[in-house]
């Protein structure tokens, strides 16, 4: 490539970067984190699966793992998946039919100050099970951007017609190449965990909290945080006082409009 062609290019990479509000250059959401005092760390993740999604548990579990800072542990759980309460100290992973919901999947995560205690990933059927989004690459986009929640992430982008980032982080129409994280994942969990903490989170017995409770209802989820481009909420806010909160993020369904949204949840 000769170089004005090239200069020309970045220029206008730098266009397109300036011009993106919904690309986030600090993708993590706060300054969420498991508290821990060593890394790198080894987060549980319950598996309330159905057989057909264990591989995809095991290839986000993977993905993840080959962060610096956290390795990621699938183990046996025994959760009731449609309600799939959490279990403090580590994640819970569930699919089941959750009806017309408008989302195809959620990550909720509890907080306490600034540190996640416990958190919840559902996978919703009633999606999967259409022909549009029982494809691999669907579950694998899915699956990888609802484990990365837990951890803290947010996305890299929330505009569905952009080109893909080439992150599971990444808002898209098109899962194909955004079905595993980027090095700018693996990047900014360096920089969620660079510091390390006196005590742990990362412990049926340590992770403290109210007994907070929250439903797969919108309505439930407290405040918007942030909306996408295309109108719909990313991700909610439940504010239980004394620092202790429940975050929502969501990954809709394509067709789910953010009108239909905004009266099914007047
Ligand atoms: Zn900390
Ligand atoms: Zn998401």
Redesign the pocket.
């Known amino acids: 490539m000769n170089i004005s062609l090239k200069t020309g290019l970045s220029a206008i990479a730098a266009i397109i970067l300036l011009s993106s509000p919904f690309a986030f250059a600090d993708h993590a959401w706060g300054t969420y984190h498991w508290a821990r005092t060593a890394n790198p760390f080894t987060l549980k993740m319950g598996d309330n699966l159905t057989s057909n999604w264990d591989p995809y548990l095991a290839t986000a579990a993977a993905d993840w793992s080959l962060s610096s800072v956290l390795d990621v542990t699938v183990v046996a759980s025994g959760k009731n998946p449609k309600t799939c309460r959490p279990t403090a100290g580590r994640g819970e992973v569930c699919n089941a039919r959750y009806g017309s919901t408008g989302w195809v999947?959620?990550?909720q995560i509890w907080v306490t100050g600034t540190h996640i205690t416990q958190g919840v990933v559902k996978m919703n059927d009633t999606y999967f099970n259409t022909k549009k989004y029982n494809t691999p690459a669907w579950r694998n986009l899915v699956m990888c951007?609802?484990v990365?929640?837990l951890f803290g992430l947010?996305?890299q982008d929330e505009n569905t017609t952009n080109a893909n980032l080439g992150t599971c982080?990444d808002?898209t129409n098109d899962p194909s190449t955004n079905q595993h994280p980027n090095q700018h994942d693996y990047d900014m969990l360096e920089t969620i965990y660079a510091h390390l903490d006196s005590s742990t989170t990362l412990s049926q017995t340590t992770a403290k909290g109210k007994n907070m409770t929250i439903s797969d209802d919108p309505r439930e989820w407290g405040r918007e945080i942030r909306r996408s481009r295309d109108g719909r909420a990313?991700?909610y806010e439940r504010d239980f006082g004394d620092g202790q909160k429940i975050l929502t993020?969501?990954?809709w369904a394509e067709e789910f409009s953010a009108d239909r949204l905004s009266r099914a949840t007047r």
Do not use: C, P
């Open positions: 999947g959620i990550a951007q609802e990365g929640h947010d996305h982080m808002y990313s991700l993020h969501v990954f």
